[in-house]
């Protein structure tokens, strides 16, 4: 089975999935509370004026008639305009996203630099007292990781690095305020600034996304070091792995087959952590004030902007199955037994 007949075979997947979420979202939006088209209008607009705007917001007709007006708009890429900002609910989008795919890509990156080599090396090495106890304390900061919350590790971060040592930028976004962002081409400020040539930007930028991708890192990274030492411990008492050493296989080798083998359980951990963070990270964007995708839902929630919160949804929708195709993708090219099954 060659990967592109594999890679649309995932794609297909995904469009029903698709469907149910825009479904669903559409469904559960009309139950909030209030009617948009009257906070919109304010309490001096007479009941005409409240109509009108109605209608403007697709929010005319019988339920279905509103259903089936949306999924054509959306065919065509539009996603409704936000009756808060007044502008494109899809250029909204485009604006904040790439903030938070910048934290989400980088805090996993360290995440998967720092624990996977640990969990790994952790759950395949030595059991004697010196590894028994590494493996214990790695496994109480794992499980301790997923206690703390983020908002409040942020916090405490701020306060120590920020007000007590005075070696960490102010929480006031992405960028100096006294700076100005680089000119958007990808979207990514810190990419955007070295496509510019600018390095004060950079710099700027770069030392504001320490402390989030720190506490980003600490808390989810966790998840991703426990199923590091599992996988890997599971995996080194195994038939294979026994027979290779029975066989006088080096013990680098060894490690190597150890590691390869517990890949497909971390990345397959590492996109539902991926997931979750594209829409979870709104308490940790809202301390650092990042203006990113999080808050951007979260204010269309408490304005009841029935087209921003689909919209937010419907992207959501989209990047989640992206990394598991990813990780599909992958497992197409770590496990040769993926290739017989089609």
Known sequence: MSTLKYILKRILFVVPQLFGVVLVTFLAVRLIPGDPARIMAG????????????????????????????????IRGDLGNSWVTGNPVL???????????????????????VMVPLGIKSG?????????????L????????????????????????????GVAPPPTGQIDLSMSMPPSITGFSLIDAVLAGDWYAFASIAERLVLPVLVLAFVYGGGILKVAITSAAAIRKS????????NGVSPRI???????????????????????????????????????????????????????????VLVAAVLNPIPYMLVDICYYYIDPRIKDLG
Do not use: C
């Open 91 to 113: 250029e909204d989008i485009k604006a904040r996203l790439p903030a938070t795919l910048q934290l989400v890509v980088l805090a996993l990156a360290v995440s998967l630099l």
């Open 43 to 74: 309490a001096l607009v007479d009941e005409a004026g409240v109509s009108l705007i109605r209608e403007r917001m697709g929010l005319s007709g019988t339920l279905w008639e509103q259903f089936f007006a949306y999924v054509a708009n959306l």
């Open 138 to 165: 790695l496994t109480g900061y794992g499980m301790a990781a997923g206690a703390f919350p983020d908002f409040w590790l942020a916090l405490i971060l701020i306060y120590v690095f920020y007000v007590v040592l």
């Open 124 to 136: 395949s090495g030595s059991q004697g007292i010196l590894g028994r106890v590494r493996t214990h």
């Open 239 to 246: 038939e294979f792995v026994n027979y290779a050493e029975l």
């Open 254 to 312: 060894v490690d190597k087959m150890i590691a390869r083998a517990s890949y497909p359980a971390i990345a397959t951990f590492s996109a539902v952590i991926f997931g979750y963070l594209v829409g979870g990270t709104v308490l940790v964007e809202s301390v650092f004030s990042w203006g990113g995708f999080g808050q951007y839902a979260v204010q269309s929630v408490i304005n009841s902007d029935f087209t921003a919160i689909q919209g937010v």
